[in-house]
């Protein structure tokens, strides 16, 4: 008996020290391949063009540089201004990296549909963009999105007609030519009343503070805007490129606009191309500083990413100065980058627009709320300026239609 269970006993640790010497099973991610999976990107059309695709370039790009997975590309259109609607439809089958204006994150992450970002990620945030940039993204006390781009706009002008000292001032440059503004734009709209002390949620984050354009101050700017418009000198530049054809045909002698007109507004003025930070208005004798709403274009990760770590690498990726760089050369310079490093090199230093849009964003902005009570002034606000251009506000009802307004665009609901 004691022989067989010897016997028993050596056959035992043959048979472990076998088994300890066999490969072990191969899991996804192992040593014995790269890890399959399947990511799904969301981004404009402008982005997805057939033979020219920048999603599909950079994603091949990511996949290159990460041999540890086996990558399925799924891409879908989403414009970065819908990512807040259509993202939050359903999280969970939403988009694993998504691109995204920042004024959308409010509706993100009331709806648990993007990522608070940490470790590496939010380190190459910080590292590659200004303290501003960084704030377009935070919300709190997290960073929720990979900058990849400023958005904002600016002015565009004719330098034979508008001298350096000109463009300081709206009201010398209206002496002069009249001037193509997004009247009835409610982007564009607040660059008025801010220039007058309006307030939106006081430091923008603020819900109960509200929004702050009437008043006396308030009233003012819209006769100021009424007062223009009828004279002729501040002409309404619509969305169907009247703008443009007015300053192509020689009517207005500036527009206001962003990096995605620069090509049309070149080719429009030839050697007489010339762009600026916002200039000053002049209220009851006092000059007063236009101010645009600013931003950022950025990449969100999906929280419910059933491969998030990965998603996490990619948005980093996506929003790195190699892909800002390849974005802007795809898209023929509509796309300027915000790292603070490629600003600075030779080809976005000589950039006629890019240059005046960093001094917008710098100098003559507001970074745009992002909380959910934002969602009313965007509801409400176009009556103003449809008001101003249809000559409905006048100089004389300005003080009346002024409160109206900025009653109905504090209208919440929450």
Same mark, same amino acid.
């Not at 076998?18 to 399947?38: R, V, Y």
């Not at 982007?187 to 949620?201: I, Q, R, S």
């Not at 962003?258 to 006092?286: H, M, S, Y």
């Given at each position: 008996?004691?022989? %067989?269970?010897?016997?028993?006993?050596?056959?035992?640790?043959?048979?472990?020290?076998?088994?300890?010497?066999?490969?072990?099973?191969?899991?996804?991610?192992?040593?014995?391949?790269?890890?399959?999976?399947?990511?799904?990107?969301?981004?404009?059309?402008? &982005?997805?063009?057939?033979?020219?695709? $920048?999603?599909?370039?950079?994603?091949?790009?990511?996949?290159?540089?990460?041999?540890? $997975?086996?990558?399925?590309?799924?891409?879908? +259109?989403?414009?970065?201004?819908?990512?807040?609607?259509?993202?939050?439809?359903?999280?969970?089958?939403?988009?694993?990296?998504?691109?995204?204006?920042?004024?959308?994150?409010?509706?993100?992450?009331?709806?648990?549909?993007?990522?608070?970002?940490?470790?590496?990620?939010?380190?190459?945030?910080?590292?590659?963009?200004?303290?501003?940039?960084?704030?377009?993204?935070?919300?709190?006390?997290?960073?929720?999105?990979?900058?990849?781009?400023?958005?904002?706009?600016? /002015?565009?002008? &004719? !330098?034979?007609?508008?001298?350096?000292?000109?463009?300081?001032?709206?009201?010398? /440059? /209206?002496? !002069?030519? @009249?001037?193509?503004?997004?009247?009835?734009?409610?982007?564009?709209?607040?660059?008025?009343?801010?220039?007058?002390?309006?307030?939106?949620?006081?430091?923008?984050?603020?819900?109960?503070?509200?929004?702050?354009?009437?008043?006396?101050?308030?009233?003012?700017?819209? @006769?100021?805007? @009424?007062?223009? %418009?009828?004279?002729?000198?501040?002409?309404?530049?619509?969305?169907?490129?009247?703008?443009?054809? &007015?300053?192509?045909?020689?009517? =207005?002698?500036?527009?206001?606009?962003?990096?995605?007109?620069?090509?049309? =507004?070149?080719?429009?003025?030839?050697?007489?191309?010339?762009?600026?930070?916002?200039?000053?208005?002049?209220?009851?004798?006092?000059?007063?500083?236009?101010?645009?709403?600013?931003?950022?274009? #950025?990449?969100? +990760?999906?929280?419910?990413?059933?491969?998030? !770590?990965?998603?996490?690498?990619?948005?980093?990726?996506?929003?790195?100065?190699?892909?800002?760089?390849?974005?802007?050369?795809?898209?023929?310079? &509509?796309?300027?980058?915000?790292?603070?490093?490629?600003?600075?090199?030779?080809?976005?230093?000589?950039?006629?627009?890019?240059? #005046?849009?960093?001094?917008?964003?710098?100098?003559?902005?507001?970074?745009?709320?992002?909380?959910?009570?934002?969602?009313?002034?965007?509801?409400?606000?176009?009556? /103003?300026?449809?008001?101003?251009?249809? !000559?409905?506000?006048?100089?004389?009802?300005?003080?009346?239609?002024?409160?109206?307004?900025?009653?109905?665009?504090?209208?919440?609901?929450?």
């Amino acid at each position: 008996m004691k022989k %067989i269970i010897a016997l028993l006993l050596a056959a035992m640790m043959v048979i472990g020290l076998f088994a300890a010497c066999q490969p072990a099973t191969e899991n996804p991610g192992s040593n014995n391949g790269p890890e399959k999976i399947t990511l799904t990107v969301w981004g404009p059309t402008e &982005d997805q063009k057939e033979g020219n695709s $920048y999603l599909k370039a950079i994603c091949d790009k990511f996949a290159e540089a990460h041999p540890e $997975y086996d990558i399925t590309w799924n891409f879908g +259109v989403c414009s970065e201004g819908d990512a807040g609607t259509k993202v939050t439809q359903d999280p969970e089958t939403a988009a694993d990296v998504y691109m995204f204006a920042n004024d959308q994150l409010g509706a993100l992450i009331q709806a648990g549909a993007i990522a608070k970002l940490g470790g590496t990620v939010l380190d190459q945030i910080k590292a590659d963009n200004s303290e501003a940039m960084v704030n377009t993204v935070t919300s709190g006390d997290g960073v929720y999105g990979v900058p990849y781009a400023i958005n904002t706009w600016f /002015m565009y002008y &004719d !330098k034979s007609v508008y001298t350096e000292e000109d463009i300081k001032s709206l009201d010398a /440059m /209206m002496e !002069k030519k @009249a001037v193509a503004f997004p009247i009835t734009n409610t982007w564009y709209l607040p660059a008025f009343y801010f220039a007058n002390g309006g307030t939106m949620f006081g430091d923008g984050t603020q819900g109960s503070e509200g929004i702050k354009f009437g008043g006396d101050n308030g009233a003012a700017v819209t @006769a100021y805007l @009424a007062n223009a %418009i009828a004279s002729g000198k501040l002409v309404d530049a619509d969305g169907n490129g009247s703008g443009l054809d &007015d300053l192509r045909n020689g009517k =207005v002698g500036a527009y206001f606009s962003g990096t995605w007109d620069a090509t049309a =507004v070149q080719e429009a003025l030839g050697e007489n191309f010339a762009a600026a930070q916002l200039p000053c208005i002049t209220i009851n004798g006092e000059s007063k500083q236009l101010m645009s709403f600013a931003g950022s274009k #950025a990449l969100g +990760v999906n929280p419910h990413s059933k491969h998030l !770590k990965a998603a996490n690498q990619l948005a980093a990726f996506m929003g790195s100065a190699e892909a800002q760089e390849l974005h802007y050369n795809m898209r023929n310079g &509509d796309v300027v980058p915000c790292n603070t490093t490629l600003l600075k090199g030779e080809t976005f230093s000589k950039n006629v627009a890019a240059v #005046a849009q960093e001094a917008t964003f710098s100098n003559t902005s507001v970074i745009q709320p992002s909380i959910p009570e934002m969602s009313a002034y965007w509801t409400n606000a176009g009556s /103003m300026g449809t008001g101003l251009v249809n !000559k409905e506000v006048t100089v004389d009802n300005a003080a009346e239609k002024t409160e109206a307004w900025n009653t109905a665009i504090n209208n919440t609901g929450l």
